[in-house]
Every structure is written in structure tokens, then in C-alpha cells.
């Protein structure tokens, strides 16, 4: 199993459609998280920090599930140029320092 | 711009031929990582350093590959007698060690052919 996994893609959505992204993660030592975006043969970027407690910006609102194990990142409003790969990530606890990146969800918005 | 920096971009090599990565990192960044990235998979670590200390390396990592950072800045990572199987965007990224972002380069694609 890995230690991140994402829901399969592509999700292809109508543009002002409002997307849902799951990950879950199997080490509960596991501290931080975080959303990152790739574009196609691009590095990935930082969209968001996921916190405890919830948070949004703009757009774009996280959540953690520690009971769960369990992150979301929901996207509203959807703009063509959201279409992108968004990457499940965590980080610390017993597995270090690393970043562990999930597998990537691909969204296409289409006009 | 005071970005990651990796060079070069793109490398195409042949297959049993030694190659060499640079990274650059942000300056203040302490840490500092490479992963490896196949089409349609999110990235693979290999490796991790906190100043010049290599802090772990992935158990996938052949002997082939190693990495350095000798004085805490820049690191370069290589490959020994490369394999088309070593096809893949070599990424590396830093962070602040107390921090939990991390800020990646543009990538090195290697192509062995």
C-alpha cells in the first residue's frame, strides 16, 4: 500500500463546476500536509498548507482528518486554468523530513 | 532570481554512461532534497540533506546514484553507468529546516537512450 494515495483521474469538469479531491495517508505519525499543483512537464508548486482546523484560500479550501487519515481539497468556481495535477502530499513524523507525494490527480476544466 | 536552480534542463545520454545533476537551492534553505518523477506518478524521493549531512536515502536508490553537498550549498547528484530504466525528471527542492514548505527547481530530464 502506499503511504499516500489520491482518487484516480482525470476528472474532467465543466468550468464554474465545483471539484472534490480525497487523499488519504497510512503513517499516523505523519505531522504536516500540504496541496501542490503541477502543470504538465512543470515542477511541482505549492497551492496550500493544510491545517487541523480547516483552512481556504480563495477558491480553494483543505481539510484534515487526522481520525481519518484523511485530506480534501475542494475547488470552487473552476477556471480553465486550474486544469492541472494536484498532488496529495505529507511530511514528518517517524518518516522524517521527507515529502511523501501521492500518485497526483489530473483535472481538466473544460470552457 | 532567487528561485531553485537545477542544471542542466535536459540530458540525453547513452545507456552506460556516467551522468551529473547541480542543484542550487535557495540560499537561507537548509535543507535540501531530490526526488525522481516517471510519467503519470507523483514524485519519488531519493535522498535528503540538512546542510552538508545526508539525513537518509531511499532504500530504492542503487548504488549507482549518489549525492553530495560538500559545503552545505549547492549539491550535485550522479549516476553511474546509467539504464534506460533511469529515464525519468530528476527534481530537487529546499526548505527551511524548521519550516514544512518546500520549493522545488525546474527539473533535469534525462533521456538514456
Known amino acids: 500500500r502506499k503511504e499516500v494515495e489520491q482518487d484516480p483521474g482525470p476528472f474532467n469538469v465543466p468550468e464554474g463546476a465545483t471539484v472534490a479531491f480525497n487523499c488519504t495517508y497510512s503513517?499516523?505519525?505523519?505531522?504536516?500536509f500540504f496541496w501542490y499543483r503541477q502543470d504538465c512537464r512543470k515542477e511541482p508548486k505549492l497551492l496550500m498548507s493544510?491545517?487541523?482546523s480547516g483552512n481556504e484560500d480563495g477558491r480553494f479550501t483543505a481539510q484534515l482528518n487526522r481520525a481519518s487519515q484523511y485530506i480534501s481539497l475542494l475547488i470552487r468556481d473552476s477556471k480553465l486554468s486550474d486544469s492541472a495535477t494536484y498532488l496529495c502530499?505529507?511530511?514528518?513524523?517517524?518518516?522524517?523530513?521527507?515529502?511523501?507525494f501521492g500518485q497526483g490527480t489530473e483535472l481538466s476544466v473544460k470552457p | 532570481d532567487t528561485g531553485v536552480s537545477q542544471d542542466p534542463r535536459h540530458k540525453i545520454t547513452k545507456r552506460g554512461q556516467n551522468v551529473t545533476f547541480r542543484c542550487d537551492p535557495i540560499?537561507?534553505?537548509?535543507?535540501l532534497y531530490w526526488y525522481r518523477q516517471t510519467l503519470g506518478q507523483g514524485p519519488e524521493f531519493l535522498t535528503y540533506?540538512?546542510?552538508?549531512?545526508?539525513?537518509?536515502k531511499s532504500r530504492l536508490l542503487s548504488d549507482r546514484f549518489s549525492a553530495e553537498r560538500p559545503k552545505g550549498s549547492f549539491s550535485t547528484l550522479e549516476i553511474q553507468r546509467t539504464e534506460q530504466g533511469d529515464s525519468a525528471m530528476y527534481l530537487c527542492?529546499?526548505?527551511?529546516?524548521?519550516?514544512?514548505?518546500?520549493?522545488f527547481g525546474q527539473g533535469t530530464r534525462l533521456t538514456v537512450v
Open positions: 540560499s537561507e534553505h537548509n535543507r
Open positions: 540533506f540538512q546542510n552538508e549531512a545526508q539525513l537518509e
Open positions: 493544510v491545517y487541523s
Open positions: 502530499v505529507s511530511k514528518g513524523g517517524n518518516q522524517g523530513g521527507k515529502l511523501i
Open positions: 527542492a529546499s526548505s527551511l529546516a524548521e519550516a514544512t514548505e518546500a520549493f
Open positions: 503513517n499516523s505519525a505523519s505531522q504536516s
